[in-house]
């Protein structure tokens, strides 16, 4: 069952196995508010278990470009195109909310977006391999972020 993300009154719907559950629904609201602001797009999530596609999607590009494979368990996703950009997210229980971002018509704007939830420690698989830049959020308290381009075509 999908679920729109409400960014005025933050919700942990969906996210209560997290043990940053606050933190993760304020990153997610935060997301939320970026999607109504710049594209007028209401942010809307579905559970992981009926998104396999995404998943699949998601992880044979981190796989491909990166060789990385997360272990923590996906929670929720989301897949959806505004203008020329197709996006997928996948928010996990310890906190990361990772993003593609894959510019239809130009090859030059692709990359795959990490968020780190306030009080989470960098997963494993991204430990020593990217610089995370910090950023306050009203939201999400202070978010820390990193990205790769993505080569190939997907």
Do not use: W
Request: cysteine-free; proline content about 3%; aromatic content about 12%.
């Amino acid at each position: 069952m999908s679920y729109i993300v409400d960014f005025k009154n933050v919700s942990t719907v969906g996210l209560e196995s997290s043990p940053i559950v606050d933190a993760l629904a304020g990153l997610r609201a935060n997301e939320a508010r970026y999607f109504m602001n710049k594209y007028k797009h209401e942010f809307t999530v579905v559970p992981a278990s009926e998104s396999q596609k995404t998943l699949d999607y998601v992880n044979r590009i981190l796989k491909a470009e990166r060789d990385i494979e997360f272990a923590a368990t996906p929670l929720e996703t989301s897949r959806f195109q505004v203008e020329n950009i197709q996006f997928a997210y996948v928010i996990y229980e310890d906190g990361l909310v990772l993003n593609v971002m894959y510019t239809v018509d130009d090859p030059k704007k692709r990359a795959v977006g990490f968020k780190l939830s306030e009080g989470m420690d960098v997963p494993k698989e991204l430990e020593g391999k990217f610089k995370f830049a910090r950023q306050k959020s009203k939201l999400a308290g202070t978010i820390r972020g990193s990205f790769f381009v993505i080569k190939g075509e997907y």
